[in-house]
């Protein structure tokens, strides 16, 4: 069993959609939680960055940690073609440690 | 956002040949540097951790003798891959940390290596 899963889709929406994008890991020790956009045949940009659990929100993104039930969420209002890409998970237990991924979401929004 | 590049972007080279990955941290630097490979459709693959002057952590079964790991300086780490065979090609991603309270890892765009 993966220490990370995430669904991987792939996920079509129409523009203007609310999108929830999904990893539930099996590390309780892990406290960091990121998620990363990738275009394709490009490097991960970071996204959102919470540690421990709870809500973060940036402009139209939002991510949700929900360590009792290890399973964290990044949702995105308003969708919008560009956001068309894949979106990986991560996780690590430290601040100084090693990175676990998942093996990403492919999502496509519709104009 | 900081940035990291990542040169040569492409490359096709013959069987048995080596090839030389280079990282680099454009404004500012970065304690430590991994680097990953990438399947199509799959996610990144940690093969090793490399800090500045020391020798590099490699993840079980990367092969420390394929694929060399230098970390010159606080900007630039380098990955060559010796005697590249077919199976070796891949997306080479490099990611750097600024090694700061949190652990965000800016990625370069990728090294697309085609091995014939």
């Known amino acids: 069993q993966k220490e990370v899963e995430q669904d991987p889709g792939p996920l079509s929406v129409p523009e203007g959609a609310i999108v929830s994008l999904n990893c539930t890991y099996s590390n309780s020790a892990f406290q960091y939680f990121m998620w990363y956009r990738q275009y394709s045949r490009k490097g991960p940009e970071l996204l959102m960055y919470?540690?421990?659990?709870g809500n973060k929100e940036d402009g139209r993104f939002t991510a949700q940690v929900d360590k009792s039930s290890k399973y964290i969420s990044l949702f995105i209002r308003d969708s919008q073609p560009s956001d068309s890409a894949t979106y990986l998970c991560a996780m690590s237990e430290t601040n100084a440690g090693k990175s676990t991924f998942g093996d990403g979401t492919t999502l496509t929004v519709k104009p | 956002g900081a940035v990291v590049s990542q040169h040569p972007s492409r490359v096709i080279c013959k069987s048995g040949t080596s090839v030389k990955i280079e990282c680099r941290s454009l404004d500012f630097q970065a304690t430590t540097m991994f680097w990953y490979r990438q399947f199509p459709k799959q996610s990144l693959m940690l093969m090793a951790t490399?800090?500045?002057?020391?020798?590099?952590?490699?993840e079980q079964g990367v092969e420390k003798d394929k694929f060399l790991i230098n970390h010159a300086s606080l900007t630039l780490s380098t990955l060559t891959v010796t005697s590249a065979h077919p199976e070796d090609s891949s997306f080479y991603i490099c990611s750097a940390r600024l090694g700061l309270v949190l652990d965000e890892q800016f990625f370069g765009p990728g090294t697309r290596l085609t091995v014939l």
């Open positions: 919470t540690y421990s659990s």
């Open positions: 490399s800090n500045e002057g020391s020798k590099a952590t490699y």
